[in-house]
T-cell receptor, first 111, second 112 residues
């Protein structure tokens, strides 16, 4: 019955690698989001997709690319990982303009 | 600076009331939210308030909104140790794609 799920929960990898984080929601929402939470717990929006279309793209390196195969999924691909990418990444979903429901987070550690 | 500001820490005794304050800048914000994040967990929506409301109460939680001063507060009555968490204030900005802006979070410590 998980509403917003993310995999993996933990990801430890080396600099320079390429990795993906998956997100799925079963709430029937039309909008999905990716947020980054740094070590100081600041939460910043990265991307927002509505009906498979990118509508918010904050200033993030182009090494980060969201991919939405369908309305229920929004995956985050990260190329050439850097130390500063270490953070917790949260996926969220909601109806456009309404309350967002968050996934459990993916803890990324880049060594 | 941040669009949404909160004090970083609050410490209360078990059984007392906690009041977490937040200020925001966008006068066109229509929804304001409080989220709770427990250690190692994701964000959980606690409550939200429409901008045309002054107050909303939900069991031990009371949200007060002063739209003139752009000030939002969350009061937790009879605070318990299980309330220890980070509380995020957030506003929904209806321009530029319905962006939700989060504050830095207030770390609530509850002492037994």
């Amino acid at each position: 019955d998980t509403a917003v799920s993310q995999t993996p929960k933990y990801l430890v990898t080396q600099m320079g690698n390429d990795k993906s984080i998956k997100c799925e929601q079963n709430l029937g929402h039309d909008t999905m989001y990716w947020y980054k939470q740094d070590s100081k717990k600041f939460l910043k929006i990265m991307f927002s997709y509505n009906n498979k279309e990118l509508i918010i793209n904050e200033t993030v390196p182009n090494r980060f690319s969201p991919k939405s195969p369908d309305k229920a999924h929004l995956n985050l691909h990260i190329n050439s990982l850097e130390l500063g990418d270490s953070a917790v990444y949260f996926c969220a979903s909601g109806r456009e303009g309404e309350t967002q429901y968050f996934g459990p987070g993916t803890r990324l550690l880049v060594l | 600076g941040e669009d949404v500001e909160q004090s970083l820490f609050l410490s209360v005794r078990e059984g007392d009331s906690s009041v977490i304050n937040c200020t925001y800048t966008d006068s066109s914000s229509t929804y304001l939210y409080w989220y709770k994040q427990e250690p190692g967990a994701g964000l959980q929506l606690l409550t939200y308030i429409f901008s045309n409301m002054d107050m909303k109460q939900d069991q031990r939680l009371t949200v007060l909104l002063n739209k003139k001063d752009k000030h939002l507060s969350l009061r937790i009555a009879d605070t318990q140790t299980g309330d220890s968490a980070i509380y995020f204030c957030a506003e929904r900005q209806d321009t530029g794609g319905f962006k939700t802006i989060f504050g830095a979070g207030t770390r609530l410590f509850v002492k037994a």
